[in-house]
């Protein structure tokens, strides 16, 4: 067990509609990223936060955003989903200096349909 | 930013051979190289990393060696056992000095009885 919480595990919707993916990132560590998962792609970064801020940002669709609260959980919210947004998403944590390990959470599962 | 290449995309090896992966970079500044493990329906767990101040690192049966002139690393696997079988990820950080790691494409190793 990594530490790290993602819920939920499994998640199906229609084209068109809005999730929010949700992160708890292990006890300590200030940073949160994000990656989506597909099989030809591998593990692409999509956005970090440090602390409650934006800290840096890969190839995320302008129709995902993300955040991170004052108790360091974060959310990625997918808007005007679409087939190919089908994909496992994770979130990982570390304590944000360079050249640390990020831990992994198990991954949320999004099959839209 | 940084570019990480990763191959063989799979790799097939009899139990008991060794399995070799091997990656490059992009970003002459990088200077930490972890390697992570992916088991089905698991997030991607740390299973060693080196830094730019060492050649070579081990740990029981697996080996990491960088050649920053060169701009590459490989993670080697001895004595491979079907525990091993898994997608295996090499990772560097993004430039300047940021936490956030970029992922190569993955290498499925399957290790046969």
């Known amino acids: 067990d990594s530490g790290v919480t993602q819920t939920p595990k499994h998640l199906i919707t229609a084209t068109g509609q809005r999730v929010t993916l949700r992160c708890s990132p292990r006890?300590?560590?200030?940073?949160v990223y994000w990656y989506q998962q597909s099989l030809d792609q591998g593990l692409q970064f999509l956005i970090q936060?440090?602390?409650?801020?934006?800290?840096a940002k890969g190839n995320i669709l302008e129709r995902f955003s993300a955040q991170q609260f004052p108790d360091l959980h974060s959310e990625l919210n997918l808007s005007s989903l679409e087939l190919g947004d089908s994909a496992l998403y994770f979130c990982?944590?570390?304590?944000?200096?360079?050249?640390?390990?990020?831990?992994f959470g198990q991954g949320t599962r999004l099959t839209v349909v | 930013g940084e570019n990480v290449e990763q191959h063989p995309s799979t790799l097939s090896v009899q139990e008991g051979d060794s399995a070799v992966i091997k990656c490059t970079y992009s970003?002459?500044?990088?200077?930490?190289f972890p390697w992570y493990k992916q088991e089905l329906g698991k997030g991607p767990q740390l299973i060693i990393d080196?830094?730019?101040?060492?050649g070579e690192k081990k740990d029981q049966r697996i080996a990491v060696t960088l050649n920053k002139t060169a701009k590459h690393f490989s993670l080697h696997i001895t004595e491979t056992q079907p525990e091993d079988s898994a997608v295996y990820f090499c990772?560097?950080?993004?430039?300047?000095?940021?936490?956030?790691?970029?992922f190569g494409k993955g290498t499925m190793l399957l290790v046969s009885p």
């Open positions: 990982a944590s570390s304590g944000g200096t360079p050249n640390t390990e990020a831990f």
């Open positions: 006890s300590g560590d200030l940073s």
């Open positions: 936060y440090y602390n409650g801020e934006e800290r």
């Open positions: 970003d002459s500044a990088s200077n930490y």
């Open positions: 080196i830094r730019s101040n060492v």
């Open positions: 990772a560097a950080p993004l430039p300047r000095g940021y936490s956030t790691l970029t």
